[in-house]
């Protein structure tokens, strides 16, 4: 089964280089927030995709020594943490009183990783193909809260909702999504959603243009058949050679170049008539037909 576009993009975060020991840890609070729940003593910590599971290895043991154990339920996988180094760093967080951005991202590097530890343990965006959402989700509403302010703070935009019991962040702006796939690192993801814009634009500006053209056929050709109907009455009743010779002339060609516009129509004569000038012989034809 093909991987849906938002595994493929934390597949694409867990190959990032883990520099700065404070993001490392920024970016292992991140996912304990987003995918850990206390179970007691506990916390464990659930996981959609193998390649998340093992970066969260790697991040608790390059930022606190510890080693746990990846354990797969059906289709998921989760860790279960019990070490007091890990249930300290987590308390410490619940009892502070300093918020996300005084606190542990105070650093301006280490936002970009807690954003993407956030959306490796609750994180999910859609294939731009099909629409545009990203979303974090949060068991916690503290952690919700202090996160949309850290997202404010780097100017982007979340909106959130209760699902379930679940606090949700979500934005379905496609320059929100790309800014913050940018904040993470996930750049490859970044440049499919752009494409995939650009794509939808030119499509777009292709679609408006060819129903204006259509439009002004129709409108081409409606007006085209007034003028044709009154050249007919004409012709029936006082006859075409008896108009005066520039009427005569624009009601040949307007007969024989049914299709034509009025700019295209004025080029057919010699010397040329502008679409103004056409317009008004052929207007004054109207009028002829209208007293008939």
Excluded: W
Excluded at 36 to 41: H, I, P, Q
Excluded at 57 to 68: A, Y
Excluded at 191 to 219: C, F, H, P, Q, Y
């Amino acid at each position: 089964m093909e991987k849906s576009f938002s595994k493929k993009t934390k597949e694409l975060l867990c190959k990032q280089e883990i520099n700065d020991i404070c993001c490392c840890e920024a970016e292992m609070m991140g996912v304990i927030m987003f995918a850990g729940r206390f179970r007691g003593s506990q916390v464990r910590v659930s996981f959609d995709s193998i390649d998340a599971v093992s970066r969260f290895i790697t991040l608790l043991k390059r930022c606190l020594d510890v080693d746990v154990e990846a354990e797969r339920l059906k289709s998921s996988y989760f860790c279960v943490l019990s070490d007091k180094r890990v249930l300290s760093k987590i308390v410490e967080y619940e009892t502070s009183s300093k918020g996300l951005a005084d606190g542990l991202v105070k650093n301006n590097c280490c936002r970009g990783a807690f954003l993407r530890g956030a959306f490796l343990g609750g994180g999910t965006v859609t294939d731009p193909k099909k629409n545009y959402n990203m979303e974090f989700a949060s068991h916690s509403k503290k952690i919700h809260d202090e996160f949309k302010t850290l997202l404010q703070e780097m100017d982007l935009g979340f909106r959130s909702v209760v699902k379930k019991n679940t606090f949700v962040l979500y934005t379905k702006n496609s320059d929100i999504i790309c800014d913050a796939l940018a904040y993470m690192g996930a750049f490859s993801a970044q440049m499919e959603m752009l494409n995939v814009k650009i794509e939808r634009e030119v499509r777009s500006d292709i679609t408006r243009a060819s129903n204006g053209e259509t439009a002004n056929m129709d409108k081409v050709m409606e007006a085209s058949g007034r003028h044709i109907a009154a050249i007919k009455k004409l012709s029936e009743t006082t006859g075409l050679d008896n108009l005066p010779d520039e009427l005569r002339e624009i009601a040949i060609l307007r007969v024989e170049y049914e299709d034509l516009s009025l700019d295209q129509l004025g080029k057919k004569l010699v010397p040329p008539l502008s679409k103004s000038g056409v317009n008004h012989r052929l207007k004054k034809l109207l009028e002829l037909a209208d007293q008939q």
